[in-house]
C-alpha cells in the first residue's frame, strides 16, 4: 500500500468500539431473518483479490479474474432444487432478493409490456419502489387473516381487467408472518379466467431456500409454474455480504440479451460490475451441507419455532405461526425489549424468525427478559 500510513490511535479504538457494537448486536438478533452459524474463514484469502463477475454469469468476460465457474454451481444447484427444466433456465448471483424480485418484474414487462401487476396487502416494501421504477400498473390485493393473498379477491379483480395480460407477483414467505401463496392456485385461476398471457413471480427472499425441504412441499416452483424466482442468500443460507439468487425460464431472459463488446459478455444482469465473493460463499455453502445438511438445519428451525411459540403462548403473548414457517407472530412486548432484540412490529404485533443460529437458549433469554419486565 505504497503512500498508505498506519491507522492512528484514535482510528484503532473507533474500529475496536465498532468491532464491540457489532458482536454484542448479533447476541441479540431475533426479529431479523439473517443466519448466523457461517463461518467462511477458509475463503478470506480470496479478499485480497480485486473479484469481479460482471455480466452474464453464462458468458466469459475478458475480465479473468471471477468466480463464474462457481456461481454457476450455486445457480445449478438450485435450478435442481427449484425444479426448473433442464438447459431451460437462467439465473445469476444478485445483490439480495430484492433485486431479483426487480429482475422477475423485468423480464414480466418486457414480455407483457401492457400487464397488470397484482400483488397482495403483505408484499415487501421494497415492490412498490420496483413497480414505480419499472412503471408497471398494478393492483394490491386483498390478505387473508394469515398473510396468504385472498384468492378469492385475485379471482375477481383479475376478471375485472381480464384484457389485460396479467403478471402476479407471490409471496413464498412474507415479512411479517412468512405466509406463503400458493402458486397452483394461482395457475388455476389463469385456466378458470382463460388468461393465457400471464406471468407468475415468486419472491421467495425469505423461505425459498428451505421451502424445498418440508412436508407437505408448498407449491412455489417451476414445476408449479413459475417463471422466476428470487431468494436471498444473507437470510437462510447465511452471509456476512448481502447477495441473492435469481433464476428464470432461460426463453424470457433472451428476449433481453444483448451482448456488449466491451466486456466480452452480455449485460443481461440489473448491475454492471457484480459481487463474486457472495457467489464463492454460498458455493462453500452448498458444498459443506448439501441437501442433507440443509434438511437438518430446516428441521433444527422448524422444532426452536414451535418450542418458541409455546414458551410465549406460557406467557400469555398469543403465540401463532403459519404452516412450516420459522416465523412466529406474538403481540408487542415492551419498546426497549423490541429494540434490544430487534424485534420489527405492525400493528400491535411483532415477530422472531428462527433462522440458523437462533437457539433455545436465545428463546429463553427473551422470555425471561419479558417477564422480567412484568413484574
Ligand atoms: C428480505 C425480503 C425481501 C428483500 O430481500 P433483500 O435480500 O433484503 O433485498 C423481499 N421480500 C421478502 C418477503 C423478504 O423477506
Known amino acids: 500500500m505504497q503512500y498508505a500510513k498506519p491507522l492512528t490511535a484514535e482510528d484503532k479504538l473507533e474500529l475496536e468500539k465498532l468491532y464491540e457494537k457489532i458482536q454484542s448486536k448479533t447476541a441479540t438478533v431475533l426479529g431479523y431473518p439473517v443466519a448466523m452459524d457461517f463461518d467462511y474463514s477458509e475463503l478470506y484469502r480470496f479478499l485480497k483479490f480485486p473479484i469481479n463477475n460482471i455480466g452474464d454469469p453464462f458468458i466469459e468476460s475478458t475480465y479473468g479474474i471471477g468466480t463464474r465457474e462457481m456461481e454457476r454451481e450455486v445457480l445449478d444447484f438450485f435450478a435442481e432444487l427449484f425444479r426448473a427444466e433442464e438447459n431451460e433456465w437462467w439465473g445469476y448471483i444478485t445483490n439480495g432478493g430484492s433485486e431479483g424480485n426487480m429482475y422477475g418484474l423485468y423480464l ?3 414480455i ?3 400487464a397488470m401487476v397484482y400483488y397482495s396487502e403483505s408484499t415487501h416494501y421494497s415492490v412498490q419502489k420496483n413497480l414505480h421504477l419499472l412503471d408497471m400498473p398494478n393492483i394490491a390485493i386483498r390478505t387473508q387473516e394469515n398473510g396468504e393473498i385472498d384468492y378469492n379477491d385475485l379471482h375477481d379483480t383479475i376478471r375485472m381487467n381480464r384484457n389485460m395480460p396479467v403478471v402476479v407477483f407471490a409471496n413464498i414467505g412474507t415479512t411479517m408472518t412468512e405466509a406463503r401463496d400458493d402458486v397452483k392456485k394461482i395457475r388455476d385461476i389463469f385456466k378458470d379466467l382463460a388468461i393465457h398471457h400471464c406471468y407468475i413471480h415468486a419472491d421467495a427472499a425469505l423461505s425459498g431456500a428451505y421451502s424445498p425441504f418440508v412436508d407437505p ?3 412455489f416452483d417451476f414445476a ?4 422466476s424466482i428470487a431468494v436471498s442468500g444473507h ?3 447465511g452471509s456476512p455480504i448481502p447477495c441473492g439468487i435469481v433464476l428464470a425460464k432461460k426463453t424470457h431472459r433472451d428476449r433481453i440479451a444483448n451482448s456488449v463488446a466491451y466486456i466480452g459478455t452480455a449485460d443481461t444482469t440489473i448491475s454492471g460490475s457484480r459481487n463474486g465473493i457472495t ?3 454460498l458455493w462453500y455453502t452448498i458444498k459443506r451441507y448439501g441437501i442433507e445438511g440443509l434438511k437438518l438445519r430446516t428441521e433444527k428451525c422448524l422444532q426452536v419455532a ?3 411459540m409455546e414458551e410465549l403462548n406460557k406467557i400469555g403473548l398469543h403465540a401463532w405461526r ?3 414457517a420459522i416465523t412466529v407472530v406474538f403481540s408487542e412486548i415492551n419498546k426497549s425489549l423490541q429494540l434490544k432484540w430487534q424485534l420489527a412490529s405492525d400493528n400491535g404485533n411483532t415477530h422472531l424468525i428462527c433462522m440458523p443460529g437462533i437457539s433455545k437458549e436465545r428463546i429463553d433469554l427473551l422470555i425471561k427478559d419479558i417477564l422480567g419486565t412484568k413484574n
Request: proline letters at 12%; charged letters at 30%; hydrophobic letters at 40%.
Open 224 to 227: 408449479d409454474g413459475v417463471d
Open 108 to 110: 414480466a414487462r418486457e
Open 322 to 324: 403459519n404452516t412450516n
Open 217 to 219: 412441499r408448498p407449491a
Open 235 to 237: 437470510k437462510f443460507l
Open 306 to 308: 414451535a418450542y418458541a
Open 112 to 114: 407483457f409490456p401492457k
Open 279 to 281: 457467489p464463492l460463499f
